[in-house]
Antibody, heavy 124, light 107 residues
Framework: EVQLLESGGGLVQPGGSLRLSCAAS????????MSWVRQAPGKGLEWVSS????????SYADSVKGRFTLSRDTSENTVYLQINILRAEDTAIYYC?????????????????WGQGTLVTVSS | EIVMTQSPATLSVSPGERATLSCRAS??????LAWYQQKPGQAPRLLIY???TRATGISGRFSGSGSGTEFTLTISSLQSEDFAVYYC?????????FGPGTKVHIK
């Protein structure tokens, strides 16, 4: 059974940092694209970042580029999202999602499994 | 960047009726479109990918159609568990993008 378990969310002051984790199980970690999608309170879904677990290539939304860093530990089947210089607008539930590659090129994947999310609240 | 729009924003439907949800892309995305269902307090769930292929375990009540810039999700006979928010997602080109969602609620 595929499972994605996020952790690491919490309350942080503006300008602060957090590291989110997504522990994956039930599938071959190195064969997919692992991503983070966030949802601000009462709002829609926003793609944040993705990582190809086989080669380690990463991509980021413009809204987080330079502040967020996505990495992986293949021995632990875990991806990490380091989020720095947090702003109020980063407040959201952060979902980890498994991406299925659907073609050649950046962004060509859809999300077939999602974790339950971890809440990040940025407030003073 | 491709912009996704969905209509209507909210849809009132009686149980047993058909619901038709629309999604439009600002430029052609071929059939690189997925639909997700999200219930309150839950993570999104994949319903449809490739514009028309149902994901594993998804009821035949759900069907997707369209290509290019116009797409439709049809729920043939709404059940109580189908009242939720539905999002479309284009994965044809970077960055991946979601529509703003359609909320389906009980009439």
């Amino acid at each position: 059974e595929v499972q994605l378990l996020e952790s690491g969310g919490g309350l942080v002051q503006p300008g602060g940092s957090l590291r989110l984790s997504c522990a994956a199980s039930g599938f071959t970690f190195s064969s997919h694209v692992m991503s983070w999608v966030r949802q601000a309170p009462g709002k829609g879904l926003e793609w944040v970042s993705s990582l190809r677990t086989s080669g380690g290539e990463t991509s980021y939304a413009d809204s987080v580029k330079g502040r967020f860093t996505l990495s992986r530990d293949t021995s632990e089947n875990t991806v990490y999202l380091q989020i720095n210089i947090l702003r109020a607008e980063d407040t959201a539930i952060y979902y980890c999602a498994r991406g299925i590659v659907a073609g050649v090129g950046a962004g060509k994947y859809y999300f077939d499994y999602w974790g339950q999310g971890t809440l990040v609240t940025v407030s003073s | 960047e491709i912009v996704m729009t969905q209509s209507p924003a909210t849809l009132s439907v009686s149980p047993g009726e058909r619901a038709t949800l629309s999604c439009r892309a600002s430029q052609s995305i071929s059939s690189d479109l997925a639909w997700y269902q999200q219930k309150p307090g839950q993570a999104p769930r994949l319903l449809i990918y490739g514009a028309s292929t149902r994901a594993t375990g998804i009821s035949g009540r759900f069907s997707g159609s369209g290509s290019g810039t116009e797409f439709t999700l049809t729920i043939s006979s709404l059940q109580s568990e189908d009242f939720a928010v539905y999002y479309c997602h284009q994965y044809n080109s970077w960055p991946p993008g979601f529509g703003p969602g359609t909320k389906v609620h009980i009439k």
